[in-house]
């Protein structure tokens, strides 16, 4: 491979990569605003359906905020990463012991660290995926 095509394989990695945070980011995002603006249909499900207490949805939001931040920032993005994960995985038990369809917060989780795996070249180099064959 030559050099101009690395770099512009690097290139579409990291813009695809970014592209995809983003993607995860603002999803997340419109899920904290809901918890912290008080959403009543949301806040409805969490206390009905969930069983939480009403006064911890705005701390479920604030968790949310500070994960996705973290995880925007590049210096940052891999603890914000393990952080939403395990944001996530809080998520999918939540989902699962409601009996409620668990695989959306999944996807968030392999969209987030897909994200980040293909936007940071340490983490690539850290996880490297090699062809078989």
Same mark, same amino acid.
């Given at each position: 491979?030559s ?9 579409w ?6 592209v995809l945070?983003? &993607?995860? $980011?603002?999803?997340?995002? +419109?899920? @904290?605003?809901?918890?912290?603006? #008080?959403?009543?249909?949301? /806040? ?7 069983l ?19 995880y ?9 990463g393990?952080? &939403?994960t $395990?944001?996530?995985?809080? +998520?999918? @038990?939540?989902?699962?012991?409601? #009996?409620?369809?668990?695989? /959306?917060?999944?996807v ?13 070249p340490?983490?690539?180099?850290l ?7």
């Open positions: 491979m050099s101009s095509e690395a770099a512009e394989n690097k290139r990695m990291t813009w695809t990569g970014r945070s983003g &993607l995860a $980011a603002l999803g997340l995002l +419109a899920s @904290a605003s809901g918890k912290l603006m #008080g959403n009543e249909e949301l /806040a409805k499900g969490f206390t009905e359906v969930y939480y207490p009403a006064g911890v949805l705005p701390w479920i939001g604030v968790t949310e905020l500070l994960c996705v931040l973290l925007a920032i590049p210096q940052t993005a891999v603890l914000g393990l952080l &939403l $395990a944001y996530l995985g809080g +998520a999918v @038990a939540t989902h699962v012991r409601a #009996g409620d369809a668990w695989v /959306a917060p999944v968030f989780g392999v969209v987030v660290w897909a994200g980040l795996f293909l936007r940071d340490r983490l690539r180099a996880l490297p995926l090699r062809r078989l064959g």
